[in-house]
């Protein structure tokens, strides 16, 4: 399994940027994988926010946060990032990086796609 390793998290005001980052090792790397961000808010279902389908490079984002978050990687540094900008107090909730190796982009959009999680980091915006 890939070992994720994240960053990044903060209280900011609402209007504000964050980076996330998620320092990933253990990869396989004639794999594709489904690689991405999850967030978590006390009290409510956890949320895929942003993923990255490996080898094809292809983005999906949630309608929450489509158009203020880009979710981007550098393959050099093993590290996937979370640029978050805009951001809104619904945004407050624990971020986790995920990770699985997948054959089909169609995994990414399930939960089974990611068989590896972070420990989480805390982003907090107030009004």
């Known amino acids: 399994r890939v070992q994720l390793v994240e960053s990044g998290g903060d209280s900011v005001q609402a209007g504000g940027s964050l980076r996330l980052s998620c320092a990933a090792s253990g990869y396989t790397y004639s794999r594709n994988y489904c690689i991405g961000w999850f967030r978590q808010a006390p009290g409510k279902e956890r949320e895929r926010v942003a993923f990255?389908?490996?080898?094809?490079?292809?983005?999906y984002y949630s309608d929450s946060v489509n158009g203020r978050f880009t979710i981007s990687q550098d393959n050099a540094k093993n590290t996937l990032y979370l640029q978050m900008n805009g951001l809104k107090p619904e945004d407050t909730a624990m971020y986790y990086c995920a990770a699985g190796a997948s054959s089909s982009r169609s995994y990414c959009y399930s939960d089974a796609g990611f068989d590896s999680w972070g420990q989480g980091t805390q982003v907090t915006v107030s009004s």
């Open positions: 990255i389908y490996t080898g094809p490079g292809i983005t």
